[in-house]
């Protein structure tokens, strides 16, 4: 058996002396081995100080696999302290057969220096016109069609709206083939071009016509981002905080339809202002564009196309220079396990891939049914009922409960768990959802079915957004493997887009049917059904590479 220490953890402690001190905190994080030539990384569990004064610390792990139960890890903190952030470490395995192998490794360097957050940031942009786009027409919607010569015209008025829809819908589709031919910086600077000339053409246009090709166009790159955004950030963040990274779509999105909301508040003493709101729209589009061209392309898409020198730099530039060896070695485990070419659109319902497409185009059916659009569509006249009459409050209100939700979801992505969180925001969402029909049909409730109204509304969108609205996407490009990635996550989020769609078309007349109180009743149920495919089908991706998870859910690979 072959042992090989790729890169040996993280260990930190605020002593200045030589030692470690037992009441003193010692992070970690996982150890990346290379065992029989595959890399992988072995969760730490247990920390024991050999004495207070000691330079020895000793590392319990719980790895069993690969023939090999892990034992001890032991740094000498002293020696790390000297040179600099390089460890000394004795690694211990011990194979099935009872052999015991040691390997001591006198240098590595793990910490990351690299710098992907500015280039995560850049991606973040995209998101932000995903949102904006989406907010902006609802606050503008009849200053526009007072201005372009068709007010009350809910046919017309529907199209500005819907044509969005539509675009989005196709964009998605093709945002994945963009990624496989021609990686996603380029893909992002092809589509800023739509972003920009959309929204030109939306803030500049005379007529209904103009405008809704105007807003087709938007549509059509918000629909690209959608599908290239979380699927770039989960490419270029490091394992240990992808989560963190890749939640951060969500909460981006969120704060475009906030910059929208504020966006809209001149338009009641400026009617003309709805042009400005689209023409702003320019600025993010052009800096997103701008900003692609100087951030690194994904080191999975360079070194699929066989670029190894130009993977190692992008590397480098994104995580730091300690990480690029196991990086490396993480890829050519992958890619030494597969040499099939990118997969075709039919290959993703193939037997081989199927049931993991069907998980992801579920999370989103689940997410698009549990009612999200039906709570936000109501919320004005649910706050309205509980006195605050300002649709800009309860807008407001509606938008900071999300970016709050997402907020936390940030913080606990990668501490807790992607399964999880789902799961918990699913039950929070069901609950919300019981409370709101309650508290607008059941009589014995009527002096407090203003309260229970918001307060369900409110909670309903914190649960939300703890989970099934940004762990869908983040999720995608996890469980996906690297030859389907890109066209499975269009395929997702063009069914995303498709139902989004269907409902908006046909809510008003469900609820016309049945009652609002009925309907939200038919969401609560879908909620409960989620988390039980959710627990069983769902595969927990926290702290493991991407190459790993494709291993582990593609065994005949």
């Known amino acids: 058996m072959q042992l090989t220490a790729l890169s040996r953890g993280r260990f930190s402690w605020s002593s200045p002396e030589a030692g470690l001190n037992a009441r003193e905190r010692v992070r970690t994080e996982n150890l990346v081995l290379k065992i029989n030539g595959r890399a992988s990384q072995v969760p730490v569990t247990a920390i024991r100080v050999h004495s207070s004064r000691s330079a020895l610390a000793s590392i319990r792990t719980s790895y069993v696999g690969q023939g090999l139960d892990m034992q001890t890890v032991e740094m000498d903190s002293a020696s790390a302290i000297a040179r600099n952030k390089r460890r000394t470490l004795t690694v211990r395995a011990q194979a099935a057969d009872g052999e015991v192998e040691q ?13 992907v957050l500015p280039y995560v940031a850049i991606a973040s942009l995209g998101a932000i016109l995903f949102g904006y786009h989406l907010g902006v027409v609802n606050g503008a919607l009849e200053y ?12 017309l008025q529907g199209w500005v709206v819907s044509s969005t829809l539509a675009g989005a819908t196709v964009g998605s589709f093709t945002g994945g083939a963009l990624a496989d031919k021609f990686g996603q910086t380029r893909s992002f600077q092809l589509d800023a071009i739509p972003l920009v000339v959309g929204a030109l053409l939306s ?109 190692e730099i992008a590397l ?28 075709g659109w039919m290959d993703l319902f193939s037997g081989r891939y199927g049931k993991v497409v069907s998980v992801g185009a ?8 549990a009612g999200i659009n039906a709570v936000v569509y109501y919320s004005t006249s649910v706050f309205r009922s509980a006195g605050i009459a300002s649709d800009v409050a309860a807008s407001a209100l509606v938008g900071a409960a999300n970016v709050l939700g997402t907020m936390v979801a940030s913080s606990l992505m990668d501490k807790q768990g992607r399964k999880k969180l789902l799961i918990t925001s699913f039950l929070g969402m069901a609950a919300s959802m019981v409370v709101l029909s309650l508290g607008l049909s059941w009589q014995a409730l009527e002096a407090y079915s203003g309260t229970l109204a918001v307060s369900g509304t409110v909670l309903y969108v914190l649960a939300f957004s703890l989970g099934a609205g940004p762990v869908p996407a983040l999720l995608l490009p996890e469980i996906f493997a690297s030859r389907i990635r890109a066209k499975a996550v269009s395929l997702c989020l063009g069914v995303h887009w498709v139902t989004n769609f269907m409902i908006g078309l046909y809510f008003l007349s469900v609820v016309n049917k049945f009652g609002i109180s ?19 089908n769902v595969v927990e991706t926290k702290g493991r590479s991407l190459e790993e998870i494709e291993r582990a859910l593609s065994p005949a690979v």
């Not at 526009?144 to 046919?155: E, H, Q, S």
């Open 103 to 115: 390997l001591t490794t006198a240098t590595s360097v793990t910490s990351s220096t690299g710098s």
């Open 144 to 155: 526009i069609a007072a201005d372009l010569g068709f007010p009350g015209n809910t046919v």
């Open 203 to 311: 803030a500049t246009a005379k007529s209904v016509q103009a405008m809704i090709a105007g807003r087709l166009l938007v549509g059509l790159g918000i629909g690209v981002t959608s599908s290239l955004v979380p699927l770039y950030i989960s490419e270029i963040s490091p394992t240990e905080i992808r989560g963190t990274l890749g939640s951060i779509n969500q909460l981006f999105i969120c704060i475009g339809i906030l910059v929208a909301l504020v966006a809209g508040l001149p338009l009641a003493s400026n009617p003309g202002w709805w042009r400005s709101m689209f023409g702003i729209a320019v600025v993010p589009a052009v800096l997103l564009g701008l900003g692609m061209a100087f951030s690194p392309e994904s080191p999975r898409w360079l070194f699929k196309q066989g670029k190894i020198p130009e993977t």
């Open 316 to 343: 480098k530039r994104l995580w730091g220079r300690g990480k690029v060896d196991a990086a490396m070695s993480e890829l050519r485990t992958g890619i030494s396990n597969t040499s099939e070419e990118d997969a």
């Open 362 to 369: 579920a999370l989103f059916l689940f997410q698009q049914f």
């Open 518 to 536: 009925t309907v939200y009743l038919g969401f609560a149920a879908v909620c409960f059904t989620a988390v039980a495919y959710i627990s069983q």
